[in-house]
């Protein structure tokens, strides 16, 4: 099934429970407060520019801005990011994780890079396919919102991470001049490791047989 189709599906099953919503959001600000940190530790103690800290801070605000959405459902619900309170846990887990893995693992093998230069390219290639990424899900994501008229929304998200693709696209130019082929190789990899994390919610969230 084509990505957009079964991202939709899996959104207006999730919308219309508010147990799965919940853990949904958890998942998402889980995923959001991953990337929020290996930013963190990216960052050079002294060359750290404006851009990065932006990025992380913003990263950062999105975690707890969808955590705190979990309140307009219930109140009580996912406390903290323990398997229980998550959607697919694992692969909701592996997801970001694998895919710094293989993108360092592209970088070295297909670009010779090594220690910060590639820590510099996975940086920007990952944060560059995620905010791809993060427009196309939490677009289809409101289309549901705005469909069951639910007291949710993340407008604000979209817009900011609109902002971040035109940040990291300035700044994949200085990287190389053949970053667009370079990047497309990354989506790729970003792409396949998203549709394992998606069927594997889908599989979460779909009703017990009796």
């Known amino acids: ?29 889980m995923m959001e407060n991953t990337g929020a940190r290996k930013i963190a530790r990216y960052e050079d103690p002294v060359h750290t520019g404006i851009i990065v800290l932006k990025h992380a801070a913003e990263e950062a605000r999105h975690a707890y801005y969808l955590k705190k959405l979990i309140g307009k459902l219930d109140a009580s619900a996912c406390p903290d990011y323990t398997y229980p309170y998550l959607i697919a846990p694992v692969e909701s887990y592996q997801y970001l994780n694998r895919l710094d893995v293989e993108a360092c693992r592209y970088l070295k093998e297909h670009m010779g890079l090594q220690g910060r230069a590639m820590m510099h390219g996975a940086y920007l290639l990952v944060t560059y396919s995620i905010e791809v990424r993060a427009d196309m899900l939490y677009g289809i994501y409101q289309d549901a919102l705005s469909r069951h008229r639910s007291k949710v929304n993340v407008k604000s998200i979209i817009a900011e991470e609109e902002g971040h693709l035109e940040e990291m696209q300035r700044m994949l130019v200085t990287f190389h001049p053949e970053w667009e082929r370079i990047a497309a190789d990354v989506c790729r990899i970003e792409a396949r490791l998203f549709r394992q994390w998606i069927v594997a919610v889908n599989a979460a969230v779909q009703p017990v047989a009796a």
């Open 1 to 29: 099934m084509e990505l957009n189709t079964l991202l939709a599906e899996v959104t207006d099953r999730i919308v219309q429970d508010n147990a799965l919503h919940a853990k949904w959001l958890n998942s998402l600000s």
